[in-house]
Nanobody, 113 residues
Framework: QVQLVESGGGLVQPGGSLRLSCAASGSIFSISEMGWYRQAPGKQRKRVASITSGGNTELADSVKGRFTISRDNAKNTVYLQMNNLKHEDTAVYYC???????WGQGTQVTVSS
């Protein structure tokens, strides 16, 4: 059974950076599209970034130019590099193995001065 474990969240000031990691168990990671989602209090969960098995990426308009998604198949890990963070980026961030709809437990990102 595939499991996803996120890490790297925390408290950061506006304009700061964080890198989230999502480590996957199982051998199917390298062939799977992966997504990063976020859910702010009282709001729906939304996808912010995705990366295919071949490395093609998509980013939500709200994070383009600030966030980067990448993956290391040798480490079964997908990353979300977040730069120039804003208050509105505050949310719980989740990774998802898209085609099996498997979610991690989430990691909190709080942007506050």
């Amino acid at each position: 059974q595939v499991q996803l474990v996120e890490s790297g969240g925390g408290l950061v000031q506006p304009g700061g950076s964080l890198r989230l990691s999502c480590a996957a168990s199982g051998s199917i990671f390298s062939i799977s599209e992966m997504g990063w989602y976020r859910q702010a209090p009282g709001k729906q969960r939304k996808r912010v970034a995705s990366i295919t098995s071949g490395g093609n990426t998509e980013l939500a308009d709200s994070v383009k130019g600030r966030f980067t998604i990448s993956r290391d198949n040798a480490k079964n890990t997908v990353y979300l590099q977040m730069n120039n963070l804003k208050h509105e980026d505050t949310a719980v961030y989740y990774c998802r193995l898209e085609w099996l709809n498997i979610w991690g437990q989430g990691t909190q990102v709080t942007v506050s001065s």
